[in-house]
């Protein structure tokens, strides 16, 4: 576990959180609303590895 | 390090587009105002218009005074034979690297077919309506900055972090 | 800065659209001396005209008597030739529009054809303009030698001259002469040379441009350029104390009122008129007050040998001094 890795997703969560706000505040709502997707699947493609991992070893946990 | 660098391109680039905006509003408030300088010489000093553009491009400055000198210059060395084409040569070359978008040059363009075509009282009608025209146009570019501007810089910065904070 | 003649016509060429200019450029030397007339006509052949000679240009070039060869002049030929004149400013030539014809720099006339929009019975302007009709002003030194002799009185005085001329025989070529010669003086004819004041209103006679004169028009000559006529003579007597009035066509009543103000003050007036005798003088009503006791020399003109002819020299009385007939 990486102490960076989240300080990396806290970063991204702040970012869009204020792009969010500033997209909305012009009136450009849907794009706000395609930044918020971009956050979460960027933030996806960051921990995929470590989801990988999880499941597999929730995977072999179970088979034991 | 980079990326500091990365952060600091991202937000000079937001900068650019906000400033774009504001230098449009300006370019088409001096627009304005030097084609009332070339109204005042029209109407009321009736001077022909290659010897009209040039007077009023020695007070302006920038693009506007070369869109001038452009045609006043192509007109007096006989390059085109007439305003029109004269004009819209200036608008598609000196205003080239304006921030004016397309519909404003567009509408400057549109000037140069009644300019020079008729008498004083109705280049005079025409000249109202071109301002009218341009207000319009400068009220619409105030209305973006106020809508985009805060909006641009702001985008610059974060996205610049965005990316610094992926590829770290 | 007087212009020699063989650039005149380049200066008219000027107005015209490149491939015509070029055209035209391409006649020979002689022929392009004798033009006085370039005419262009909205889908007639290009055509060009002087004193005794009237060609149709081709395409290439060259000239032919055969109008079915020549270059047929086209619309945007029209368009450009009329920016060109009107220097792509039409609001800058609105007052001459009205006259039917605009001077360009040099001194030459271009008339124009077209439809004219009226309001109240005058004409206000023109537009589609599809005749043009660029002729050619020329400067000729010596003009005046016959008739200058007729003119003076003494060393340092004139007699009121009145020019009678039709159209195209050469009565502003005369005049030029003479303010010329007037004014610079004549050791020929033992003249000093007196102070001329020329109200040049449509900027033919001395054809200033950016206040300079093209022409030569004398040494001690003051040029009004552009002024109406009646207005132009008053000023000039109140602030330029000339000695001699010179103008061309004069025809209307407050003319013959300012001419009468000038010889009340005791300045010589030269002058021209339409007309081709002292009959169509004497017929316009509207110059009664100068037709009897003003003028002291007739000089009456026409293109019987060529142009500036001189056909009769009349004195005050209307008796004849010198008669083309009894030569």
């Known amino acids: 576990m990486d102490v960076n890795l989240i300080f990396r997703i806290a970063a991204i969560g702040i970012v869009v959180a204020v792009l969010n706000r500033v997209l909305n505040q012009s009136g450009r709502e849907e794009m706000a609303m395609m930044t918020t997707l971009a956050g979460v699947v960027v933030v996806l493609m960051m921990v995929i590895s470590l989801i990988s991992n999880l499941f597999d070893s929730v995977r072999t946990m179970f088979r034991l | 390090m980079g990326g500091l660098l990365i952060i600091t391109a991202s937000g000079l680039l937001g900068i650019l587009f906000s400033n774009r905006l504001s230098s449009r509003y300006n370019e088409l ?26 007077n009023i491009s020695n007070k302006a400055e920038g693009l506007i005074s070369s869109f001038f000198v452009c045609i006043s210059d192509s007109l007096t060395d006989r390059r085109f034979y ?10 598609d070359t000196a205003l080239a690297d304006s921030s004016l978008q397309r519909s404003d040059i567009e509408l400057v363009k549109s000037f140069g077919s009644i300019l020079g075509g008729s008498d004083r009282a109705d280049q005079k009608k025409h000249f109202e309506l071109f301002y009218l025209q341009l207000k319009h146009q400068e009220d619409a570019a105030l209305e973006e900055i106020k809508r985009s501007s805060k909006m641009y810089r702001s985008l610059g910065f974060l996205l610049g972090i965005a990316v610094f904070v992926v590829l770290v | 800065m007087a212009m020699s003649n063989d650039i005149k016509i380049l200066e008219v060429l000027d107005y015209l659209p490149k491939h015509i200019r070029q055209m035209i450029r391409k006649l020979p030397e002689e022929t392009l001396a004798g033009i006085e007339e370039i005419r262009l006509r909205l889908g007639k052949p290009l055509c060009v005209s002087g004193c005794d000679l009237e060609l149709f240009i081709t395409a290439d070039g060259k000239d032919t008597a055969d109008a079915g060869k020549a270059y047929l002049v ?26 039917g014809f605009v001077t360009v720099c040099g001194g030459h006339r271009v008339g124009v054809c077209g439809r004219v929009v009226a309001e ?89 441009s950016l206040g300079i004169p093209r022409n030569d028009v004398g040494i001690r000559t003051d040029v009004l350029d552009g002024c109406p006529k009646a207005e132009g003579i008053l000023m000039m007597i109140r602030s330029m104390s000339p000695e001699i009035i010179a103008t061309d ?46 003028f002291e020399r007739y000089v009456v003109l026409s293109r019987r040998n060529g142009v500036g002819t001189i056909e009769a020299v009349l004195d005050g009385s209307f008796n004849l001094l010198f008669d083309i007939n009894q030569k």
């Not at chain 3, 200058?148 to 039709?166: A, E």
């Not at chain 3, 009340?264 to 006791?293: E, P, Y």
């Open chain 2, 82 to 91: 007439t305003l029109w084409d004269a004009w819209v040569f200036a608008a």
């Open chain 3, 249 to 294: 066509e004069i025809g209307r009543r407050e003319d013959a009122d300012a001419i009468i103000d000038a010889v009340n003050a005791g300045v010589k007036v030269v002058t021209t008129i339409h007309g081709s005798s002292i009959g169509d003088f004497l017929k316009k009503q509207d110059l009664s007050r100068i037709q009897r006791g003003v």
């Open chain 2, 29 to 54: 408030k001096n627009l304005r105002r030097f084609m009332q300088m070339l109204e005042t010489e029209v109407t009321y000093g009736a001077t022909p218009l290659p010897a009209a553009l040039r």
């Open chain 3, 120 to 208: 109240n019975s005058k004409v206000r302007t023109m537009k589609d303009i599809s005749y043009m009709n660029f002729r050619i002003a020329k400067q000729i030194i010596g003009a005046s030698d016959k008739v200058i002799g007729y003119l003076i009185r003494s060393p340092d005085c004139i007699y009121n001259t009145l020019i009678i001329s039709p159209p195209q025989c050469g009565k502003t070529t005369l005049l030029r002469d003479l303010t010329r010669k007037l004014s610079s003086g004549s050791e020929a004819h033992l003249f000093q040379g007196m102070k001329i004041s020329l109200i040049d209103e449509r900027s033919e006679i001395a054809a200033c």
């Open chain 3, 74 to 99: 086209s619309g945007d030929d029209l368009k450009s030739s009329l920016q060109l004149v009107c220097n792509f400013s039409m609001y800058s030539v609105e007052e001459e529009l009205k006259n």
